[in-house]
């Protein structure tokens, strides 16, 4: 995790409580994992795909055919 992730986080979670405490109408928190930020599983997997992606496109121009 990157330092601008933590940012985000902590701003995500800044904006909830201050949202809190101003009685504004809330976005709806699916669980604390949402709140904070946290991957789930299916995000895990899907930035390992993702980054699977990434990689074997890099190879492939970084060693093109001949």
């Known amino acids: 995790m ?3 992730d933590d940012e985000r986080r902590w ?3 800044q904006d909830y409580l201050t949202a809190e405490a101003n009685g ?3 976005r ?5 994992r ?3 930020g ?8 899907i930035q390992r795909i993702v980054e699977e992606d990434e990689r074997k ?3 492939k121009r970084e060693n093109p055919p001949q």
């Open 24 to 26: 504004k109408e809330l």
């Open 11 to 13: 701003k995500r979670i």
């Open 28 to 32: 709806p928190v699916v669980s604390q």
């Open 57 to 59: 496109h890099r190879e």
């Open 38 to 45: 946290i991957p789930s599983t299916v995000e895990q997997e």
């Open 2 to 4: 990157s330092y601008a």
């Open 34 to 36: 949402t709140l904070f």
